[in-house]
């Protein structure tokens, strides 16, 4: 089935500690994105890919990074988890890098102690 | 800033019909967006308005004003299933997303 594949479903993690985020699309689409989602507060952008090789910095960037070397996967990487880094992380692929269709993953649960 | 206000949570009855509303403040507007999100779910895309009036997908209809950075989902004939949380999204000038907090709507038998 056709989509985007994220892994760890679900993650508790001892703050200081590295941790990557894996995300995979097969749908061929260009624009790649993650975001967190909080309690009360809207989905908010952390970095974007437009396409292969590039990458940008979205709305709450710090203390994340990510790559992209090919077109299927887009990995996010926190180097030093913090608790406030608690949160559900999706990763998102559109058609183009100017559409608001967004096709979400199932999400990434993540915990930090 | 830019800015997404959506009611926190509505409840409605099954059968009825029930109105989402989004006002928003935002640098610039390349269309307004209604996404689906079941709760322990990804957001799955509903609507997408450019233009002011009314677009009608099924069930579901979603209303602009440009002129009053105003929009609202309706939702018609209700079933258990339509309970969710409702995300209302701009895109502003630089085609970034500017996502509200979502409104959580309970259907009760």
């Known amino acids: 089935i056709a989509g985007i594949t994220q892994a760890p479903t679900s993650q508790i993690l001892a703050a200081g500690r590295r941790m990557t985020l894996r995300c995979t699309q097969d749908?061929?689409?260009?624009?790649m994105y993650w975001y967190r989602q909080d309690l009360g507060l809207g989905l908010r952008l952390i970095h974007y890919s437009n396409t292969a090789g590039t990458t940008g910095k979205g709305e709450v960037p710090d203390g994340y990074s990510v790559s992209r070397a090919n077109t299927d996967d887009f990995p996010l990487t926190l180097a030093s988890a913090v608790p406030s880094q608690t949160s559900v992380y999706f990763c998102?692929?559109?058609?183009?890098?100017?559409?608001?269709?967004?096709?979400f993953g199932e999400g990434s649960r993540l915990t930090v102690l | 800033g830019q800015n997404i206000d959506q009611p926190t949570e509505m409840t409605a009855t099954e059968g009825a019909i029930v109105q989402i509303n989004c006002t928003y403040q935002?640098?610039?507007?390349?269309?307004l967006f209604w996404y689906q999100q079941h709760a322990g779910e990804a957001p799955t895309f509903l609507s997408y308005n450019v233009l002011d009036g009314l677009e009608e997908k099924g069930r579901f209809s979603s209303f602009l004003s440009r002129s009053k950075g105003y929009s609202y989902l309706l939702l018609k004939e209700l079933q258990m299933k339509d309970s969710a949380s409702y995300l209302c999204?701009?895109?502003?000038?630089?085609?970034?997303?500017?996502w509200g907090a979502g409104t959580k709507l309970i259907i009760k038998p």
């Open positions: 999204a701009v895109s502003d000038s630089n085609y970034q997303l500017i």
């Open positions: 998102a692929s559109s058609h183009g890098e100017n559409t608001g269709e967004l096709f």
């Open positions: 935002t640098s610039g507007f390349n269309g």
């Open positions: 749908m061929r689409h260009n624009a």
